[in-house]
Antibody
Framework: QVQLVESGGGLVSPGGSLRLSCAAS????????MNWIRQAPGKGLEWVSNIDGRSTYTTYIDSVKGRFTISRDNAKNSLYLQMNSLRGEDTAVYYCARSPSASSGFRWGQGTLVTVSS | DIVMTQSPDSLAVSLGERATINCKSS????????????LAWYQQKPGQPPKLLIYWASTRESGVPDRFSGSGSGTDFTLTISSLQAEDVAVYYCQQYYGTPYTFGRGTKLEI
């Protein structure tokens, strides 16, 4: 079955950097768009970024453009999010999610917590 | 960006009664080329990731009890829980995936 396991979260100072990873299994990874979605403590869900199967297209929300970079390694079935110039408002649980297909909806991982604080 | 407006913000329903949550998108999320509405519903309990309930507006995810159903098309959608169970207490979100940025409603807190 589909499994998505995020890692790389932790405590980082404002202005710092962090790289999140997502290990995927149970499906043909390169066939799917992949996404990062976040949820600040006690708040709602916010889609952050996605990337197509061949890394040709990437999209970001305005608040992270120029600071975050999404990438993937299909040989390793892995998705990444490089986060630079981190701010307090980036504090959130970050979820990796596979985009829907004709026969399925989004598939989510368990999330990894990023805390930006001095 | 497509704005998703959920209502109500919170809802108290008695056990065994029907719960209805509404979601309205600021533009249509229906894609005529595949005849589908790009709309999903999630349930989230504290400390857990969102759980997919419904996708393509009305397709129930495998393993989701049939008391959960999704309806609507275009810009107006509804999640219905036909007979509320204690384990249904949670926050419910709608999401459009018609176009990026994919956007979510603000959530509806469902209580007994």
């Amino acid at each position: 079955q589909v499994q998505l396991v995020e890692s790389g979260g932790g405590l980082v100072s404002p202005g710092g950097s962090l790289r999140l990873s997502c290990a995927a299994s149970g499906f043909a990874f390169s066939d799917y768009y992949m996404n990062w979605i976040r949820q600040a403590p006690g708040k709602g869900l916010e889609w952050v970024s996605n990337i197509d199967g061949r890394s040709t297209y990437t999209t970001y929300i305005d608040s992270v453009k120029g600071r975050f970079t999404i990438s993937r390694d299909n040989a390793k079935n892995s998705l990444y999010l490089q986060m630079n110039s981190l701010r307090g408002e980036d504090t959130a649980v970050y979820y990796c999610a596979r985009s829907p297909s004709a026969s399925s909806g989004f598939r989510w991982g368990q999330g990894t917590l990023v805390t930006v604080s001095s | 960006d497509i704005v998703m407006t959920q209502s109500p913000d919170s809802l108290a329903v008695s056990l065994g009664e029907r719960a209805t949550i509404n979601c309205k998108s600021s533009q249509s999320v229906f894609y005529s080329s595949n005849n589908k509405d790009f709309l999903a519903w999630y349930q989230q309990k504290p400390g857990q990731p969102p759980k997919l309930l419904i996708y393509w507006a009305s397709t129930r995810e495998s393993g989701v009890p049939d008391r959960f159903s999704g309806s609507g098309s275009g810009t107006d959608f509804t999640l219905t829980i036909s007979s509320l169970q204690a384990e249904d207490v949670a926050v419910y979100y709608c999401q459009q995936y018609y176009g990026t940025p994919y956007t979510f409603g603000r959530g509806t807190k469902l209580e007994i």
